[in-house]
């Protein structure tokens, strides 16, 4: 964005679609991808992220850079000065504030998960997860370690190291927030989005070129059939529908006033409508060869297809983050790939947050008349406090829980206020001249009834069908989380297996929901975490045997030895060691830790700071506008 008269501009035209593509190009299409598409069935969630992308993701990308260049024509690069101008209620700038609450909220989390790919590109430089002779680490639990979800510290003593690459991620986004997003950004999109693609293309084959060994427990073909397969049986499931209309909004950086506000910028001469599609069409190409093509069938291969879904549902991201370390340490040359490949994916995500940040950056800027610089620094002190509890409550569920609200249900809220806005209170008509203005290519025509009646009405009926499922189902009540884990893991050569989720019996899977059901109503009863140990056996022929058992006694009598060692059977928990070419059964011993989580605070901490900053935004618009006012600063347009 070089400084041109009043307002900024981007200097070149690749760099304003580089910048874009950056922006759009993140996490979500090879870590949130996989992940969401795993969690909800593969095969199942694809039909409605298709048709999403047609009747969702393109109309609304025209529309988010139609309300940018809108916006920036008076001046405004963040939502409440966009929708002011488009409408001549007074009550639409309110609207707005979402697009500064809610980007702000998702930027928190997301410069965490940014983080991650920074840590793992460290650690693989190290060599550190890449298992030894005499120290094998499993993955999954490396991975909840890291991050402070389990209640064991075999490879991690604390939080300290994801702390410190967090640490470093935001200062990196600081700084280019600082000196200007379009400089650091085009020369960074040039470089890393190219070679992500290149890498990716390594990973792929190296994926598929996989054959028998006795390390896979599956096929890559396994994940790709899990993944292509359709299943209508989900059609009908708003929880379902959700999730894939969410995804296509975060992935394509739609809803949150980002790409609007790469848009203020845009020369008024410039093709919109072509730079909207261009973003739309490389995300994608990225989301559907990439990001399906890499951690599914990695998944599958080395885990088994039946666990794809329950190692997705674990975490969204869990899917990208233990089965991307796995493929890769099976390379040659583990650690020189394995840095270069999550470096990659961190500076992905690294030119997506700063054009996270960009919105609040312009409000701050643009409507408080505050210097980049000092922006910058504002945004940088609330950027570090607010991430706090994500780190530190990690484990009881807040990542998620932002994720849910800001990237999926607030996504689709702010993606329907500005359909709205473009087809019926702008008008279709207007806005179709505004995305025009100086376009080479002619968006076809169907797509403006598309806009006007499909993409708002399928939006309500989405956030509709979920409410009422939502809450008939009390879906919104946060529970208690179970956490469990062998202690010393790394003193272990062998594996701790549980059984997929598949192989479950019926009578498996009550014995384990009665127990975590017992564990809930003591946690909830205690209204505190409740902890305990357990010392087991493993006598070799694949079951368990609790020896001794002692916990709090808030835990009692739902949690005794004779109900624990059930429900680690009912799981199929059993040690195995490689052996002459095979995985077999080994007696052992191990000591477990147990604890329940009450969740229910922490939940409620992050609900109250959402509506909080929504709150605080709209009494800064309010008093900003006020002003305005009395000093006579233009009124509605
Ligand atoms: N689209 C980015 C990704 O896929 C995330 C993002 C969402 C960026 C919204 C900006 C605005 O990772």
Redesign the pocket.
Known sequence: MAQAGQREEWGSRIGLILAAAG???????LL?FPGQAGANGGGAFMIPYVISLIVFGLPMMWVAWTIGRIGGRYGHGSTPGMFDKMSNSRFAKYFGVLGLAL?LI?VLY?TYIEAWCLGYSWFSLTGDYISEAGRNVDLRVYYDEFLGNTTTHSYFPGLSSALTFLLIALVLNVFVLYRGVARGIEMLAKIAIPLLALFCLVLIVRIFSIGDSALVKGTAMDGLAFLWTPDFSTLTSPSVWLAAAGQI????????G??ECYSSYVKQNEDIALTGLTTASS?EFVEIIFGSMIAIPAAALFFGAGEVQSIASSGTYSIGMVTMPEILRSFPGAQLFGTIWFLLLFF??FT??V??AQPVMAFLQDELKIKRGAAAMVVGVFWLLGTIPVIYFYRYGVLDEMDFWS?TIG?VVMALIEVVLFAWVFKIGRSWEVLHQGAQIQVPRFFKPIINYVTPIALIAILVGWMGDAVSQGKLIPQPRLAWDVMNRSEYTGNFIKNSENDVTHLQRNIISNFEGSVSTAVTGANRDLTAYARIQFPGDGTVRVVSYEGDPKLAPGVTVASLQSYLNAKGFHYEVFDNGAWVSEPGEAMLAIEGLNRAPYIWLIRIIIVALIVAFSIMVHVIWKERRLSGEGGTA
């Open positions: 922006n759009a190009i993140g996490i979500g299409n949130r980007p998702f997301y909004f975060f992935t394509l950086s739609i809803g949150f980002s790409l995300n992905a995500a997506s947050s054009g996270v990237g996504l």
